[in-house]
Every structure is written in structure tokens, then in C-alpha cells.
């Protein structure tokens, strides 16, 4: 997969995109990142690619034109004859998540706007991005960080760049709950011991274990994620215990309200 990035801030993208995983990832050829530097455009020759607002008001607004240069001279690279999928970084776009990654990496070349100041002239918007991305409901100062953000997600989707192909599947989001706990040698740590079914060596219990906990910690920390529609019978079966057994776990209102919520509605289902 080819990532282009156009940005005021090369350097950063690179350093970022160059490290660990994603780094291993372009040594291989399984992914490859060119920055485009919007500064290279500018149309007044000193480097200057902002100016003030029409109809004043705070801040600067990076001008259509060098973006618009940039993104010409990125589509030659690419030989893309006349679109390619770009997405501008904003906090005004639909919000990341794992089903938009999972989609983008279908793509063979994506591309990225990192906006900057108070953002982007509007008609170069409307002229070349195919999509408006926000990567949470906060602003940051440029669109670097969000687009090393979903670049990292997105690659973690295309086959080969996990060492083990497993470790994409089952993470949180990839079944609609967050992934259970985790742990690792050594067995005692400070007083702690692993669960035992961990050590029993019997596959089925550790998978229904791991569920369970899946459940238990989409219950606690994302309750928003629990849909009726994807629990099954086990599943339920589950949640009743948890709810009659609410005293030793330790349940919230919130927590027991939720519960309610969902088994009460598929009583009336089964009904
Ligand atoms: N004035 C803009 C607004 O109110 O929507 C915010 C501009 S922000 C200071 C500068 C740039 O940072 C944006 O153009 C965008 O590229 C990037 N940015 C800031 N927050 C972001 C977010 N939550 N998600 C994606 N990009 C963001």
C-alpha cells in the first residue's frame, strides 16, 4: 500500500512512519510513504503558503493554490490520471474508527492533507479531497499527528505487516468488544498469579474465558459498544450471571442499568 502525505512537516511523518512496526513494514515493501512538502508550492517563491482571512478574524489560512500544485505533482507520482482518494485531516470530519481503517486498506495509494493554522481555503477542499476525517473531538495544532494515526491503523490491516496475522483479528473493535486482558511470564508477579484457566492448557475454556472477559470489559469501559443484535445465547447466559451475581462484581448502576437494557430487550425478542 502507498501512503502520500502532503504537510508543512515532512520530517515528522518520516521519523514517525520510519519507526518500529510500520518502519519494519516499509523495509519490506509492503508499504511505502512519500511526503509532498506544501512549503516546495508556494506561488510567492519565498516559502510562503498562508495568509490572512477573508472577513478577518484570528489567524491564518493556508492558500488552495500551493495545495493545489502539490496535489497535481503527487497525482504524477502516483500515475493516478485524475483522483486519487485523499483524505483531509479535520476536526469537522466523520471520527477514525476500526471499520473506516479496515476499509481505507483496501486502497492501493492513499493520500493525506495535514491542515495547519486556523485550516484550509475552502474551494481547494471541495476541489480535490474524496474525504474528512477527525480523529477525535479536540483540536490540535496540525493534521500530522491524526494522519500518522490512522496511517498506523490502517497499515496494521494490510496482510504481512503483522508478524502473526492472528494479532489483527482478535484486538479490540475487530468483533464490535474490547479485547480481554493479557498477561505473560512470569506466572507469580509480586504477589499476583495469572488466571489459572491461562495455564490449564485447555484451548475451549481459555476461548470462552477470554469472551467472557471481552464482555465483562466492554461492559465496564465502552458499555456503547454492547448491541443486543451480536450477543448470542453463551453470551447472554453470561450477562445473567453477572447481573444476579452483581454484589460480588462489584456492578455500577450504570453498569446494571446496561444490563437491564439488554437482557430485558431480548427477553421480548424471544417472547
Ligand atoms: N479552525 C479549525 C476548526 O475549528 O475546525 C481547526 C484548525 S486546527 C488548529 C489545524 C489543523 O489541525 C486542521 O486543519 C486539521 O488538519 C488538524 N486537526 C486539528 N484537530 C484535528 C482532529 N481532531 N482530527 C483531525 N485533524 C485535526
Redesign the pocket.
Known amino acids: 500500500m502507498n501512503f502520500y502525505v502532503m504537510t508543512l512537516f515532512p520530517e515528522m511523518i518520516e521519523q514517525g512512519m520510519h519507526t518500529s512496526i510500520t518502519g519494519r513494514a516499509m523495509e519490506k515493501g509492503l508499504l511505502s510513504l512519500k511526503t509532498v512538502n506544501i512549503r516546495d508550492y508556494s506561488v510567492t517563491g519565498n516559502g510562503r503558503i498562508d495568509d490572512y482571512p477573508y472577513g478577518g478574524g484570528a489567524g491564518m489560512v493556508m492558500q488552495a493554490e500551493p495545495i493545489y500544485r502539490a496535489y497535481e505533482d503527487l497525482l504524477r507520482q502516483t500515475r493516478a490520471q485524475d483522483k486519487i482518494r485523499l483524505v483531509y485531516?479535520?476536526?469537522?470530519?466523520r471520527v477514525f474508527h476500526q471499520a473506516m481503517a479496515q476499509e481505507l486498506a483496501q486502497e492501493e495509494n492513499l493520500a493525506f492533507l495535514?491542515?495547519?493554522?486556523?485550516?484550509?481555503d475552502e474551494r481547494v477542499l471541495e476541489a480535490i479531497v474524496t474525504d474528512y476525517?477527525?480523529?477525535?473531538d479536540?483540536?490540535?495544532?496540525?493534521?500530522e499527528l491524526?494522519a500518522m494515526v490512522m496511517m498506523d491503523a490502517i497499515s496494521r490491516m494490510v496482510p504481512g505487516v503483522l508478524s502473526n496475522s492472528d494479532s489483527g483479528v482478535s484486538e479490540s473493535f475487530s468483533d464490535g468488544l474490547l479485547e480481554y486482558p493479557q498477561y505473560s511470564r512470569p506466572e507469580l508477579w509480586r504477589g499476583c498469579p495469572v488466571p489459572p484457566v491461562l495455564l490449564s492448557g485447555h484451548h475451549g475454556n481459555v476461548d470462552r474465558w477470554r469472551h467472557e472477559q471481552s464482555l465483562l470489559r466492554t461492559l465496564r469501559n465502552r458499555p456503547d459498544l454492547l448491541k443486543k443484535e451480536s450477543l448470542n445465547k453463551e453470551d447472554l447466559k453470561y450477562l445473567w450471571k453477572l447481573l444476579e451475581e452483581e454484589m460480588d462484581n462489584g456492578l455500577s448502576a450504570e453498569e446494571i442499568s446496561v444490563l437491564k437494557n439488554l437482557l430485558g430487550i431480548s427477553l421480548k425478542l424471544s417472547d
Request: proline share 9%; charged share 5%.
Open positions: 485531516l479535520t476536526p469537522q470530519g495535514c491542515g495547519h493554522y486556523e485550516g484550509v476525517v477527525s480523529i477525535g479536540y483540536v490540535l495544532t496540525g493534521g491524526p
